[in-house]
């Protein structure tokens, strides 16, 4: 006897951290969440992480996930602010990046004046 689990149950074991469960959830939603994740985001590489990042939000937070509302809706919400965020810190790495290199310019540039015997 093979019974269907409906997503209310599905959700009621992911709020007992139950791993089966949130498999169940992660199974059923993934292609929803990554039709998603792709629209906001770059690449195909960049949606995956960006929907992994929410799965974990989702695991994490699912106690104030309420019932009486879509489920969808909200996974919708947590994907793009997953995107928000990936993006956000992307941008910060980035001018990081530039920094180092800007600093090791200047040490360069010094090395080189201090060689012509100014």
Known sequence: MNRTVTISEIIRKCKKCDPKG???LFDHFYSDGMRIAVRYSRTVEDAEEILSSAFI?????IDLYNEGYSFMGWFRTIIIRASS????YEKKVYFSKIEDHQSEL??????IIGNLGY
């Open 85 to 88: 965020d990936f993006y956000r």
């Open 106 to 111: 200047v040490l360069k540039d010094d090395h």
């Open 57 to 61: 939000r989702v695991f994490k937070k």
């Open 22 to 24: 949130q498999r169940a």
